[in-house]
Structures are given as C-alpha cells and as structure tokens.
C-alpha cells in the first residue's frame, strides 16, 4: 500500500513513517502543511492519505478541509484523520463517502489495530474511533432517531460505526454471524432503512448513529 501523510510535526511524521515502512508499506510522500499535501496527493497518487486534522498555514482544521479537497478531486483515495482531541465536525461528512476513518493519534500507539484500521479504510471501509463514537452517542437525547433500539442493537451500531463487519461485530461481542445479521436488520428497519441497497443502508444507518441524518 502507497502512502502519503499529512503531519506538521516532523517528530511524528517522522516516526509514523517509520511505523508504516516497517509493516510493509511504501511511503509515497510526506507533507508538513495542507497545501503540500494536496500537492503530493496530487502527484503521487496513493491508496491511503493520513492526515493531521489541525495543520498549518492556519493551525486550525486545514488538514480536514484539505481532506475534504482530496475526496473531491481523488474519489479513491483512502483517508485517515488524525487528531489529538476528539473533534467530529468533519467526520459525518467524509464517513458517507466510504474509504475514511478517523482516529485519536494516541490509537497509534496500539499497533496492530492501528494498521487493521488503515488497511481497512484503504480496501474501501470505515474506521472511527471508539472514543469519536463514544462520546458521540453519549449526547444522545432519549428522544432521537436511536430511542428504539436496544442496548444491544446500539452496541452492534457502534461497532459498526467503527468500521467492523458482520463476523467482527460478532467475535468482538461473542455473537455468531448469524445473531449479528438480526441484529443488523433489525436496526435496519427500526431507522426505516431497508428499502435501500445493502452496502447504502450501512452508511445511512451509522449517518443517523453520527448524527448526519
């Protein structure tokens, strides 16, 4: 897998490179600033972009508006946000389009899932953070979209935000693949999703889980 990350901090770029290189794959650039990476992006067409959420010129959020400039201009581009702090406002909109994650940078330091989640996103899934997810469902009204699930169903629709499929929603909760798909299909029709196509119904049922719908 070609890489291209977007990191003001040459301390982490530096070793998240290292860390992608050592499990095999190619880096195909780095950028200090969004403009950069736009550019390299540009250049060098990778599978996967990961990118700083706050980066220069102006330090706020110029890596995940420039995220969202990739997507528009390379549809098949893997994404994976990085932030230090747990900040969705772009995250709704990107997850819609598949092929994106977004991630706490200190998931990182968890290796292995980490890479799970980047070889997810670049092989056409999801990847959220449990935490991103977490506290998204814990501004919930009772009164919301969510109300009629059960708790069990909500557990399955997180797992789902996150990315998982149905066999790992079901060997992260001890479940069989089958008792999943009830799951799923339930959750499916309590949002009023399943008149539409499979792989759609998964991304507007984890948009009303976010919060986009």
């Not at 009164?143 to 699930?149: E, F, K, M």
Request: charged share 25%; hydrophobic share 45%.
């Amino acid at each position: 897998m070609r890489v291209v990350i977007g990191e003001d901090s040459a301390l982490f770029r530096e070793g998240l490179a290292r860390l992608l290189a050592d499990a095999g794959h190619e880096i195909a650039g780095l950028a200090a600033d969004a403009t950069s990476l736009l550019a390299v992006v540009t250049e060098t067409r990778p599978d996967l972009a990961v990118i700083d959420v706050r980066m220069p010129p102006d330090g706020t959020d110029d890596g995940a508006r420039a995220a969202r400039r990739l997507r528009v201009l390379h549809p098949g581009l893997g994404i994976v946000l990085l932030s230090q702090h747990i900040e969705t406002r772009h995250s709704v909109e990107l997850v819609a389009t598949g092929r994106f994650g977004y991630l706490l940078k200190d998931r990182v330091l968890a290796v292995d899932e980490f890479l799970e989640a980047l070889d997810r996103v670049a092989a056409g899934g999801s990847a959220l953070d449990p935490e991103v997810v977490g506290r998204l469902i814990g501004r919930r009204q009772a009164d919301d979209r969510l109300a009629p699930l059960t708790p069990r169903e909500r557990e399955v629709l997180g797992l789902m935000a996150e990315g998982f499929t149905n066999v790992g929603i079901g060997r992260r909760l001890f479940l069989t693949e089958r008792t999943v798909e009830t799951h799923v299909g339930s959750i499916l029709a309590k949002l009023g999703l399943l008149t539409n196509d499979e792989q759609h119904r998964r991304v507007l049922a984890v948009l009303a889980y976010l919060g986009g719908h």
